[in-house]
């Protein structure tokens, strides 16, 4: 005879949203199922139901549920409303890119809702298994994501590269996460942290093989040079949505759990992951910001450029100190809005035959829609870090906080690849300002009302906390330092 | 006060430049008659500083502080002291006279051309505003943003390598000035105040470390011979309200900060690198005039004799005594006024003839009789002739100079006599000898010309003859900046010899 499951509801309210989520993501699939003439609702209630869920993190209590592997502390929250900020304007986005490249509806919605599960997950992770957990969600969506739009060859290749490479991650992290476990003898983040000390376990060679495949399972994650060849053939073959949600959400978990494994699990090794974060942070930067420069499509040089903002957003993470994660939090916060402005506009510009991708569909933006180059031109500027825009407060948090650790060298490169990083956002800003249009015909860039609030929200979020950086650094120093 | 003033002055411009976008983009005269309307207010809002200035002290005054970011103890901190108030009359009018220039050269895109002059004008009156140095570089760079769009959309044929240029240049110094912040930040005791950084010392390395970081930032923009390349190409490729922009206001900035973050913070560097500095200057004095005699373009020729000018602005402030400080200071608002003129006045021409080539021109006295006299004031004045607001200046300078070292004055008064041959030359060539072909039958200057370029000459007159009217506010503020410079008067402290 069977038992029946007994539940107790009380113990799941940590999780309160990410089982709200998972239904949401099931409602759509059933309402894109048996209402495909409802299918309009279904980027308003991805919003609403990300809007319930923001609403819930925002108000939940500190706890540690279920023996310490999972964890509702502020951490999570900040990285909990970043990736559910990313969901909420990609939804707001897609009604309109929906339309133009005709990909199919509710699994779209619902796909992101679930990756978006494994995010929440990924941040509020305290133990190597639900870290696990979480990211192989997160990762298993996006990957079906990305090869959406299957008549598109671009895409299906996308997909499966990403796939293949993803996997081969995973199995590194893995990897390293087993030599932890038979080093230590627990999963649990914080309890590693401890062993290390009482087993002396600081300069063993086996616990720095480990240290090395986690680095490199997380940087594939976050697009750390080197291993991040895959990002660029991924962004620019996944749809854009798709790319604008990836580059700014996934890359947010997979900060979320490198700085917990590092700084919770790990800062006995700090003086290994420091100086190697240093280098492979300037190595991101580089490869980012010079390749960036040599692009001809729009698309394929925002993928750069979020490789180099991955090395920026290192920066406060090696400097391995409270201040430093809280700049990195900050920052990965401002990325949020200047990116997905960035890709917004991009999505724009799409037009219905895959076309209009290229730098050179910039041309003469300004005269065909000025307010959408107007705003282009904020998001640019914003990513390029000058003030007084989001971008520049970002960046400074990020600099001050290496500066402060002692990488007084890799912030002065730091430094030089962002005056690099001007020459290609500018191009841009050239092409629309100081060019006249392709086509004499292009008539103006028409926005739907959800790409309007996206727009709207991603300027106020560069605009505002451009202006007014100070209660949200404060939030997240507040959180790290108690 | 009562009246956030210095705030005010920032915003205005800045909302009110913002609400331009709301006008439909055809009703191109309602715009610009908005513009106009903006900046006058401006203009008159800037006049209140200066009245109730109170010129016996070096303190701060119209002060506003506020918490801004506190975790890192950053703040909204602003203030004007004798070194800066004037700078703030300057910007209002040169905007204002800026928008006046623009009236019917700008045709295209025309709510945004008046938006970021309206912007810039916010961003450079709050440079000066600053005393917190987070603040500061914020106003320093948002500048870029939209003179980068001035000179590249609104410019002459090359514009994008100039503005290109110009950006990457600027923005390169900046970052380095940025690592050099964060640097003082760090052994400054967590604070960006900029009176609190400066009575605090710091050892010698460090300074000089810090000085060539800030360095990098203020001499680009002076710009300082070897790094003036830009300059030309900006000035010559910038429309005219670019251009005088520039010249009238922006290139101050670069002399300006090293007058309020590089001498007070860094006494002892600043005294160790004056020597290097003297010298750059008096490079920048006879280079910058020499290459002027050999210039073909009209508009590449007053740029270089920016570089001569601000020249002698550098070798004035390195003098570090009061003579010279006062000197270069009261120069950096001759130059803004007389080379702005110059600008202005060269935008007029050049709307009737879309030429800047010097050959084009000759004969233009017989044409545009009006204009001829307006241009030979402004060369005089440019030239330094006494009763005139640039001989006060140069002969401060030079009595600076030669009280600090006296072969760099004998060198810089050489490029008084280059400036003389280049300036009459120039003025020859252009409105005496035959009349060209490209120049026959040109319009003379209407009413709105004449009204632009009339309150320069009213200023080159008053500076020329009452200079105390000017001078004035620096005294205090300059004799507190030489003690400063020189740890209590070890140095030479000398009353200004214009003192009544």
């Known amino acids: 005879m069977i038992e029946p499951v007994a539940v107790n509801w009380a113990a799941m309210e940590p999780v309160l949203p990410e089982l709200l989520l998972i239904g949401v993501g099931v409602l759509l699939i059933g309402l894109d199922l048996f209402l495909p003439r409802q299918r309009q609702l279904l980027p308003w209630l991805t919003v609403v139901g990300c809007l319930a869920a923001l609403a819930m993190v925002l108000g939940s209590r500190p706890v540690s549920a279920f023996g310490g592997m999972f964890f509702t502390d502020g951490y999570a929250t900040v990285f909990k409303a970043i990736c559910l900020g990313g969901a909420i304007l990609t939804a707001l986005m897609s009604e309109s890119y929906r339309t133009v490249a005709g990909m199919r509806q509710g699994e779209h919605y619902s796909l992101m809702l679930f990756s978006l599960v494994g995010m929440l997950i990924m941040a509020s992770a305290g133990d190597l298994i639900t870290l696990y957990l979480g990211l192989e969600l997160m990762a298993l969506p996006i990957y079906a994501m990305v090869g959406l739009h299957k008549t598109d060859r ?79 053939d991924v962004y620019e073959g996944a749809p854009t949505i798709v790319t604008s949600f990836m580059s700014v959400a996934a890359k947010a978990a997979g900060f979320a759990v490198f700085g917990r494994v590092l700084l919770q699990g790990l800062p006995q090794l700090y003086d290994h992951w420091g100086p190697v974060l240093a280098v492979l942070a300037v190595l991101t930067m580089a490869v980012g910001n010079i390749t960036a420069l040599c692009q001809k499509s729009l698309k394929r040089m925002l993928a750069y450029s979020a490789i180099a903002h991955a090395g920026y957003a290192l920066l406060g993470l090696l400097a391995g100190s409270a201040e430093g994660m809280a700049a990195t939090m900050t920052y990965l916060f401002i990325y949020l809005f200047m990116n997905t402005g960035a890709f917004a506009v991009l999505m724009l510009l799409t037009r219905a035959d895959g076309g209009g991708e290229g730098l050179d569909d910039c041309r003469g933006l300004a005269t065909r829609s000025p307010m959408v180059a107007a705003l282009m031109l904020v998001y640019l500027f914003s990513l390029t870090g000058i003030p007084p825009t989001a971008g520049f407060v970002g960046k400074f948090f990020l600099l001050k906080a290496a500066f402060t650790a002692g990488y007084t060298t890799t912030v002065v490169l730091a430094v030089i690849f962002s005056a690099i990083s001007a020459y290609f956002y500018l191009r841009v800003v050239r092409y629309m300002y100081m060019s006249e249009p392709q086509q004499a015909d292009a008539g103006p860039l028409c926005c739907s009302p959800g790409m309007l609030a996206a727009l709207t929200l991603c300027l106020l979020g560069v605009v505002g906390l451009g202006l007014f950086p100070g209660p949200l650094l404060g939030w997240t120093t507040w959180i790290l330092q108690g | 006060m009562s009246i956030p003033l210095l705030s005010t002055l920032i915003f205005f411009p800045v909302l009110g430049g913002l609400s331009l976008l709301a006008v439909d983009r055809q009703q191109t005269g309602t715009i610009r008659l908005m513009a106009l309307f903006i900046a006058l207010i401006e203009f008159a809002l800037s006049l209140p500083v ?35 108030v004037l700078f703030l009359l300057l910007t209002t009018l040169i905007i204002l006279l800026s928008i006046l220039v623009s009236w019917e050269a700008i045709k295209d895109k025309v709510p945004e051309f008046f938006v970021s002059l309206l912007l810039l004008e916010g961003a450079m009156i709050g440079v000066f505003c600053a005393t917190d140095f987070f603040l500061f570089y914020i106003f320093w760079e948002a500048m870029l943003i939209p003179m980068f769009l001035i000179i590249g959309v609104w410019g002459g044929p090359n514009r994008i390598y100039a503005t290109l240029k110009f950006f990457l240049y600027t923005l390169i110094g900046s970052l380095l000035m940025l690592v050099g912040i964060i640097l003082l930040y760090l052994n400054g005791g967590h604070t960006f105040d900029i009176l609190r950084l400066a009575g605090q010392s710091y050892p010698l390395k460090l300074q000089l470390i810090l000085f060539w970081a800030f360095f990098a930032a203020f001499a680009v923009k002076v710009p300082m011979w070897p790094v003036h390349t830009w300059l030309p190409d900006a000035h010559t490729e910038a429309p005219a309200a670019g251009s005088v922009i520039l010249a009238g206001v922006l290139i101050k900035m670069g002399a300006y900060g090293f007058l309020r973050f590089s001498m007070p913070i860094l006494p002892q560097a600043t005294q160790a690198m004056m020597v290097p500095m003297l010298v750059l200057s008096v490079i920048a004095i006879v280079y910058g005039a020499i290459v002027c005699l050999v210039q073909t373009d009209l508009k590449r020729l007053v740029a270089y004799s920016s570089v001569s000018h601000m020249g002698f602005v550098t070798l004035g402030l390195f003098a570090l005594n009061q003579r010279g400080l006062e000197g270069g200071i009261l120069q950096m608002i001759n130059h803004g006024v007389v080379t702005g003129a110059l600008f202005l006045a060269i935008g007029m021409v050049y709307e009737r003839t879309h030429t800047r080539e010097i050959v084009h021109y000759g004969g233009l006295a017989t044409t545009m009789p009006v204009f001829a006299g307006f241009f030979l004031l402004f060369t005089l004045a440019a030239v330094g002739l006494p009763g005139t607001n640039g001989f006060i200046g140069e002969f401060l300078i030079l009595l600076g100079g030669f009280e600090r070292l006296p072969w760099t004055a004998v060198v810089a008064a050489s490029g008084l006599i280059l400036g003389a041959w280049y300036m009459l030359w120039l003025y020859q060539r252009i409105f005496f000898n035959g009349v060209n072909e490209r120049v026959q039958g040109l319009a003379e200057l209407n009413l709105r010309e004449i009204l632009t370029l009339t309150p320069m000459v009213l200023l080159i007159f008053w500076i020329g003859l009452y200079p105390n009217a000017m001078l004035s506010f620096l005294h205090v503020s300059v004799a507190h900046l030489v003690e400063q410079v020189h740890g209590g008067g070890l140095g030479p402290m000398v009353g200004s010899v214009l003192q009544p």
């Open chain 1, 154 to 232: 671009r895409t299906s290749e996308a997909a499966a590269k990403y796939f293949l490479l993803g996997g081969f991650a995973s199995a590194l992290l893995l990897f390293g996460m087993s030599l932890v476990y038979g080093l230590t003898g627990t999963t649990d983040i914080a309890r590693i942290g401890e062993l290390i000390d009482t087993l002396h376990l600081a300069t063993n060679p086996a616990l720095l093989a480990a240290l090395a495949l986690l680095i490199a399972g997380f940087g594939f994650k976050v697009a750390m040079a080197p291993f991040h060849l895959w990002t660029a």
């Open chain 2, 50 to 84: 200066l009245l109730f200035f109170d010129k016996t002290t070096h303190l701060m005054q119209f002060v506003e502080h506020h918490r801004w970011i506190p975790a890192l103890n950053i703040n909204y901190s602003l203030g004007v002291d004798g070194i800066s």
